[in-house]
């Protein structure tokens, strides 16, 4: 199992992070945390995602990245199951 977590800015609205989580869950991926900061004079949204899958994190961020709203994600770590247990 690894651990992966993701960077992903994004134009605000109300449906983007249900789009987001829609995206992690058909995929195979669970989410294990989930940070959400919006800059509304900006309409932008900040998204941290945690998740866990065996697949590598590559199939996630193409699909995430084809979310029209989504203008750039960014993986922050990758950790296995064995680095968490230290």
Do not use: W
């Not at 590559?58 to 770590?77: A, C, G, N, P, Y």
Request: charged share 25%.
């Amino acid at each position: 199992m690894y651990y992966y977590s993701l960077s992903i800015e994004s134009r605000y609205c109300p449906e983007m992070i249900e789009r987001i989580l829609r995206v992690v869950r058909h995929r195979g991926f669970e989410l294990c945390a989930l940070n959400v900061i919006p800059f509304y004079s900006t309409k932008i949204v900040n998204i941290y995602l945690t998740v866990s899958s065996r697949r590598s994190v590559e199939l996630l961020v193409t699909q995430l990245s084809k979310l029209i709203d989504v203008q750039s994600i960014e993986i922050q770590k990758i950790l296995s199951s064995k680095n968490r247990e230290d």
